[in-house]
């Protein structure tokens, strides 16, 4: 078994570092810092005359788990956010636009004076932590402080502390897993985003290494073969429903509109939702598997009330101690001409 070793652990430290926020680059280095679906970082960054644009980098889009790109443009999101907060702190304001003009992306304006937000503190430490949590329930001031942090128009966040309601939400991730699991296309698409080893994460610079997940590193060859002899329907929803017990909440987002200009919505509130909770040493992972699954999608809008509004990400959260760090490209390699 390969240990993680320091290279990955220098890797690490050397990404999730300040860079000054006053520069392009430095603007950008923080931008990738956001989470997204995968970790396939399915974006680029182009200066503009009024800012910077986010494009999407259908190259790197998910065409099975993510069929429509809801996770894509929700990831474009989520870096938009990073990039306004980053922006306020090198005292800058900013402005997004949703740009349909060619292929949809954002657009932001920066202007001359803006605020530094608390949460472009949290953007270092925040981490999308797929462990056991410790059950201990989240404090209400929290859960108000989480609420407020995500407030972004056009969506919703629904807080479920209930045992019996979060028992029925996983019921739905567990039957939408069983689907996905079974499907040879979806374990394809993902085993080809794994990175068996430090190594090959650091070679790569993205993707999901399995050190982040608790899993030991393996040779690449090894990884496969393990992969496709441990990665079962029974397995896997073991492992989800002792994590979702172990959670002291889980959140969803919901946008009140099913398109592209929305799901960056909810990739906004979700990453305020992430970077809040992270400052208030609250941990946070997703498990959107009955969000992908358009029949169990069905069923979670009902179970929620939701009517026609889709609800775009499913999360839990609770305490944890953290998990080794994920890697990133250089931001050199997302500059668009
Ligand atoms: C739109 C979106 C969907 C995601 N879906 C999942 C998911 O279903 N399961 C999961 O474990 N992580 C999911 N993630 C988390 C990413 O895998 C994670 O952000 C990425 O690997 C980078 O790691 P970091 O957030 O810890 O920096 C999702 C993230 C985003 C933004």
Redesign the pocket.
């Known amino acids: 078994m390969l240990n993680r070793g320091p290279d990955y652990d220098a890797a690490t430290a050397a990404l999730w570092s300040h860079r000054d926020p006053a520069e392009f680059m430095g603007l950008v280095h923080y931008t990738t810092?956001?989470?997204?679906?995968?970790?396939a970082q399915a974006w680029r960054f182009r200066r503009t005359t009024e800012g910077v644009a986010i494009l999407p980098d259908m190259a790197r889009a998910l065409p099975v788990?993510?069929s429509d790109h809801?996770?894509?443009y929700?990831?474009l999101?989520?870096a938009a956010e990073n990039l306004m907060l980053a922006a306020g702190a090198a005292g800058r304001s900013s402005a997004m636009e949703f740009a349909t003009d060619g292929e949809a992306h954002i657009e932001i304006a920066l202007g001359q004076v803006g605020n530094r937000d608390g949460l472009f503190d949290a953007i270092l430490e925040?981490?999308?932590?797929?462990s056991d949590f410790s059950g201990r329930p989240v404090p209400r001031s929290d859960l108000s402080a989480m609420q407020v942090a995500a407030r972004v128009a056009g969506c919703e966040l629904l807080l479920i502390e209930d045992r019996a309601k979060i028992e029925q939400v996983l019921e739905l991730i567990l039957a939408a897993n069983a689907t996905q699991v079974s499907d040879p296309a979806f374990a394809e698409e993902l085993g080809s985003w794994l990175r068996f080893n430090a190594r090959a994460a650091i070679e790569m610079g993205d993707?999901?290494y399995s050190g982040?997940?608790g899993n030991p590193s393996l040779p690449t060859f090894l990884g496969r073969i393990m992969f496709g002899v441990f990665f079962k329907p029974d397995a896997e929803n073991d492992r989800y429903a002792r994590q979702v017990r172990s959670s002291s909440g889980l959140a969803v987002f919901v946008s009140e509109r099913d398109d592209p200009a929305h799901?960056v919505r909810?990739?906004r509130s979700?990453?305020r939702f992430?970077l809040q909770a992270t400052a208030l040493g609250i941990r946070h992972?997703?498990?959107?598997?009955p969000v992908?699954v358009p029949s169990v999608r069905r069923e979670l809008q009902s179970l929620l009330g939701l009517g026609n509004r889709r609800p775009?990400?499913?999360l839990r959260f609770g305490y944890a101690q953290p998990?080794p760090?994920?890697l990133?490209r250089p931001v050199r390699s997302v500059i668009a001409p």
């Open positions: 810092l956001a989470a997204n679906s995968h970790n788990a993510d809801h996770h894509l929700a990831s999101g989520c925040r981490q999308c932590t797929r993707g999901l982040c997940s799901w909810a990739g979700y990453q992430a992972a997703h498990l959107n598997q992908e775009d990400l499913v998990m760090r994920s990133r």
